[in-house]
């Protein structure tokens, strides 16, 4: 199983703590027997993402970065470019950054999605304001992901470790998505872990292909 972690954000960002939660996705999966080929990428912009998952061809890419809302869309916000102003990824934009070719393909030919995207983002659950803007999680499937999850609304960044540790050690004991899916919102629940009125464990948002 390849894994892609994308760090949108710097590794000491307070607010979201990404280097907590690879340590403690890394250190939860060690302990499982099924091989795992995990690539750790910093300091993600959308062009070094786009290369990253064009060389690893992961099963699942992970990211956490900031999200929020533009003109009522979700977005996802990476690092900057070199000399320039960091730019919202609306989910177009990251569906670009995601297609990849597979060995064997035709030349020049990026049609292949990672089967699963987990989103530790704000937002990237949540609808838009109106019924045609789909959840960003949501358009990532339209787009060809299998199984994408996302936030829908503001979390903390203790609930989006939890929830991401309990989903892979279900994902990989049991090979279960939508099974782990619930167990994780479960863990997150119990933990006590509040905000936002104290529903962050009902944040995190499945969305599967038929």
Do not use: N
Not at 98 to 104: D, I, S, V, W, Y
Not at 148 to 158: E, F, P, S, T, Y
Not at 193 to 210: H, I, K, N, S
């Amino acid at each position: 199983l390849r894994l892609l972690f994308v760090v949108g954000a710097p590794l000491d960002d307070g607010r979201i703590r990404p280097a907590a939660e690879y340590y403690c996705l890394t250190r939860e999966l060690h302990h499982h027997e099924r091989p795992l080929d995990k690539r750790l990428l910093l300091e993600a912009t959308p062009r070094r993402l786009e290369e990253a998952v064009a060389e690893h061809r992961p099963h699942v890419v992970h990211i956490v970065a900031h999200g929020g809302m533009t003109a009522g869309e979700p977005y996802v916000r990476l690092m900057a470019e070199r000399h320039e102003d960091p730019q919202p990824l609306t989910a177009k934009g990251l569906a670009a950054c995601l297609r990849h070719a597979e060995e064997g393909d035709p030349p020049d030919t990026r049609t292949r999605m990672p089967p699963i995207v987990l989103l530790s983002v704000c937002h990237t659950g949540a609808s838009g304001r109106s019924d045609a803007e789909a959840p960003m999680a949501a358009q990532l499937v339209r787009e060809g992901v299998r199984v994408a999850v996302g936030m829908g609304g503001k979390v903390a960044d203790q609930a989006c470790r939890l929830f991401a540790r309990r989903f892979y050690v279900e994902l990989f004991a049991r090979g279960s998505v939508i099974g782990g899916a619930a167990v994780a919102r479960r863990a997150a629940l119990r933990s006590g872990l509040t905000m936002a009125g104290g529903v962050d464990w009902a944040r995190p948002a499945l969305f599967v292909a038929a």
